[in-house]
C-alpha cells in the first residue's frame, strides 16, 4: 500500500462504512478532464446552484473569476453542501483575473470553449478529445472581451423560444449533461486515476471530521514512525 492508501485506510477506521461506500463510489466517477469557470457572476444564488450542478455531474474542479467584487460564500439552501466535496478556485488578485484564470487552464491542457448565444457553433457538436474547460459569463452581459478572444471555440446552447439566453445554473446543468454523455461515450480516459481517486477521498474525509487536517497530520506521522 502506498502511505496515501494507508491514511485513507486509518481515515475509513473513523467514519461510517455507508460513508466509505459513498466516498468509493462518487470518487470513482469523479472528473478534471471537463472543469468549470465562472466569470463575475454577481448573484450568490447562481453561483450556488452552479457549485451543486457541478458536483451533480462529478466535476472537480470549480474556477471562479471575481474582478473588484466580493467572493460569494456557496448559499447553503441552494448549494446544499456541494462546498464540501467540489474544490474551488478563486481569482481575484493582479491586473486582469480573467486572463490569469484562462492562462493558467491553457498551460494544463485544456480547450477554452466560452458559451454566448452569438455564434453558430452548438455544444454538442464540440470534440473531447483534450480537457475542456467550460466557461460562463456575467448573468446580463455573458463572457467579456478577453474570455471572446482567449478561447479556443464559441459555442451556444440551442434554444427555441424568444429569450436570448437560460439562467447560468441552468444553462451550466444542459452543457455538462451533453458533454458527460459525450466523455462516457468516447475512448477518453477521462476519470480520475486511483491515486487521485484516493487524494482526494482523503480530502473529503478531512471536511466532515473535526478538525481534519490535523488528524490527517497525525495519522501521517503514525505512518511514517513505524
Given at each position: 500500500?502506498?502511505?496515501?492508501?494507508?491514511?485513507?485506510?486509518?481515515?475509513?477506521?473513523?467514519?461510517?462504512?455507508?460513508?466509505?461506500?459513498?466516498?468509493?463510489?462518487?470518487?470513482?466517477?469523479?472528473?478534471?478532464?471537463?472543469?468549470?469557470?465562472?466569470?463575475?457572476?454577481?448573484?450568490?444564488?447562481?453561483?450556488?446552484?452552479?457549485?451543486?450542478?457541478?458536483?451533480?455531474?462529478?466535476?472537480?474542479?470549480?474556477?471562479?473569476?471575481?474582478?473588484?467584487?466580493?467572493?460569494?460564500?456557496?448559499?447553503?439552501?441552494?448549494?446544499?453542501?456541494?462546498?464540501?466535496?467540489?474544490?474551488?478556485?478563486?481569482?481575484?488578485t493582479?491586473?486582469?483575473?480573467?486572463?490569469?484564470c484562462?492562462?493558467?487552464?491553457?498551460?494544463?491542457?485544456?480547450?477554452?470553449?466560452?458559451?454566448?448565444?452569438?455564434?453558430?457553433?452548438?455544444?454538442?457538436?464540440?470534440?473531447?478529445?483534450?480537457?475542456?474547460?467550460?466557461?460562463?459569463?456575467?448573468?446580463?452581459?455573458?463572457?467579456?472581451?478577453?474570455?471572446?478572444?482567449?478561447?479556443?471555440?464559441?459555442?451556444?446552447?440551442?434554444?427555441?423560444?424568444?429569450?436570448?439566453?437560460?439562467?447560468?445554473?441552468?444553462?451550466?446543468?444542459?452543457?455538462?449533461?451533453?458533454?458527460?454523455?459525450?466523455?462516457?461515450h468516447?475512448?477518453?480516459?477521462?476519470k480520475?486515476?486511483?491515486?487521485?481517486?484516493?487524494?482526494?477521498?482523503?480530502?473529503?474525509?478531512?471536511?466532515?471530521?473535526?478538525?481534519?487536517?490535523?488528524?490527517?497530520?497525525?495519522?501521517?506521522?503514525?505512518?511514517?514512525?513505524?
Amino acid at each position: 500500500m502506498t502511505t496515501d492508501e494507508k491514511v485513507l485506510a486509518e481515515f475509513y477506521n473513523i467514519i461510517t462504512e455507508s460513508k466509505q461506500d459513498k466516498y468509493d463510489q462518487i470518487a470513482a466517477d469523479r472528473t478534471k478532464y471537463l472543469t468549470v469557470v465562472m466569470e463575475s457572476i454577481s448573484k450568490e444564488h447562481n453561483s450556488s446552484a452552479v457549485l451543486r450542478t457541478c458536483d451533480c455531474f462529478g466535476i472537480q474542479d470549480l474556477h471562479t473569476i471575481e474582478k473588484g467584487q466580493k467572493i460569494h460564500e456557496p448559499m447553503r439552501d441552494i448549494a446544499l453542501g456541494a462546498g464540501n466535496w467540489v474544490d474551488l478556485h478563486t481569482y481575484d488578485t493582479g491586473e486582469n483575473p480573467t486572463v490569469d484564470c484562462l492562462q493558467e487552464l491553457k498551460s494544463k491542457g485544456y480547450k477554452i470553449v466560452a458559451t454566448t448565444p452569438h455564434t453558430d457553433i452548438d455544444i454538442s457538436d464540440i470534440a473531447v478529445d483534450q480537457p475542456i474547460a467550460l466557461v460562463f459569463g456575467t448573468e446580463k452581459t455573458g463572457i467579456s472581451k478577453e474570455v471572446e478572444e482567449m478561447a479556443d471555440e464559441l459555442v451556444k446552447i440551442p434554444m427555441y423560444g424568444f429569450t436570448e439566453s437560460f439562467n447560468i445554473s441552468v444553462s451550466a446543468a444542459i452543457a455538462l449533461n451533453i458533454l458527460r454523455n459525450k466523455l462516457e461515450h468516447s475512448d477518453e480516459d477521462w476519470k480520475l486515476p486511483h491515486n487521485e481517486q484516493v487524494k482526494l477521498k482523503i480530502e473529503w474525509c478531512t471536511r466532515i471530521i473535526r478538525d481534519g487536517g490535523k488528524v490527517e497530520d497525525e495519522i501521517r506521522r503514525r505512518i511514517e514512525s513505524m
